[in-house]
């Protein structure tokens, strides 16, 4: 065991914020000239001068918790509850950066294995108080808010303590693994088996594994190792009406698979304690490039091409025009323009940025399936720029969180949101929901940059993952966003899904009817009554409150 994570107030990816990947000159500039940023810097409020209400958690239920847990494991000061109030959205960020209000657990349970588990639900179920399950605290749509519902008192069970690998099975390749492993932790573990996971979302370092399958998480290797869903092959859950194991084997016609019930389920039908999980051989080769299209539906016809062939690369990631610019003013005003000009005498004058990555067991292997990648590109007309820009975003692949505090720091407005649909519809989606950001971020005629990129690509359609920079509305900065999330979510609905990989938490929740239908919205119900009669589970997430 590693021990116990010490959260803090969090007002960034990391405690040094900014300071991880200070913004060049260069860039600074660039960003004032093109969204009109002011000169002053936006630090965050001294997270002594937070204070967290006084705790709701009645004593009888505290000491109840204690004995089971230990009374060292159920906390309830105010460092300990600030640490675990909410995710780590644009929203979640700039309330905590600037002392806005926003919901604190009145107490934190940190159980060791999964029987506390089952036991913690129990006396929670009890003593009618709601739980917020916390594993890295990531969550970007508000699945960790500290929602009470109708409870009179909320904890955030925090999984940290369940961190064990409990089994490697080299055979049928399955690793079983606790919830509350993070990610890097797990990798390390399976590397000295000789695996690996192949699951590596951009909150890689501080997400788990009861994290990841609670969200249907997708890695930036989605393509060749799948989505998290796909990797699961069993799992173990703590619920108010007791234990439930699902899978029991890689593949069963035993009614409809339940393992789909609880991936996904979002704390709101149970904790996931355990999950067994398939595991590769780790890759003893990989090689990263880039090419650049002539425009985005160029680019997206080559990597249409590369799904419907099935010769994906591992990673296979287009940024759009605004996406490859920022890349670019972002790493370097002069290395830019020689670039531009490199391109333009090669007639490609709209540059969308394809980074292609394959893993592979042998220098064969890996030289077969890229000659397939490449042979499918043939036909669509692209210019290689080698192998160093594709390294460069594989030694990047983990900084944008780091980016992000240092813009947060310069008064940026700088939120993503996802989306996936069919290829036949990826366009007008994608121009929707920019049309939907740019209109509602614009002020004092000035444009918000609206970056889109594919990341996640299938034989039948894609994501479509969209990054802005605004300049942030200081009065209202909650407001600003929440403006702009409504518009664009509105923009989706009907044309693809409310979210590919981040889940629906609380954010989501007003447009889950109009995707999964009223029926849908009974059977997620009914469900939730079964295993939660009296509604503990994550309150205000995923399942709307029966009206
Ligand atoms: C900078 C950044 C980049 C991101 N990049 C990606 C990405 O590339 N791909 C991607 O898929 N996501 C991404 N995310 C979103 C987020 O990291 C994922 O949703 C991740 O799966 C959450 O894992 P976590 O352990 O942090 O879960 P948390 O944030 O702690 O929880 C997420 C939800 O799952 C529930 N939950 C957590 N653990 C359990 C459990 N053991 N049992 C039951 N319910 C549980 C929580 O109650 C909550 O509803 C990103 C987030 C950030 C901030």
Sequence with gaps: MSGLIEHTLRGGWTPSGAAAAPLSAHALRWLRQRIGLAETTTPAVPASLLDAPSSALPEAARADLASVVGEQHVRTGAAERLGRAGGLSYQDLVRRRDGLAFAVPDGVVLPADPAQVQQVLECCARHDIAVVPFGGGTSVVGGVAA?????????????CRLDRLVSVDPVSRIAVVQAGMRAPELESLLAAHGFTLGHFPQSYERATIGGFAATRSAGQASAGYGRF???VQGVRLATPAGEWRLGAAPASAAGPDLRQLAVGSEGSLGVITEVALRVRPAPERSRYEALVFDDWQSGADAVRALAQSRVLADVTRLSDVDETEVQLEMSGGAKAGALRTFLRARGIRRPCLLVLGWDAASREELKQRRELTL???RGHRHVRLGRAPGEAWRSHRFSGPRQRD????RGVCVETLETATNWAGLG????????ALVRTLTSRGRAPVVMCHVSHAYETGAS???TVLAARDADDPVGQWQ???RAAGDAIAGRGTITHHHAVGADH????????GAVGEVVLAAAKNAVDPTGILNPGKLIAPAR
């Design 406 to 409: 240092a813009l947060l720091d």
């Design 428 to 435: 007008e989606l994608r121009s929707a929901v920019r049309t």
């Design 509 to 516: 929740l007003p447009w889950l009817g109009e995707e999964i």
């Design 375 to 377: 042979a499918a590109l």
């Design 483 to 485: 403006r702009a999330k």
């Design 147 to 159: 929602l009470r519902g109708d409870k009179p008192a909320v904890l955030a069970l925090d999984l």
């Design 464 to 466: 479509l993952y969209f």
């Design 229 to 231: 869903e796909d990797m």
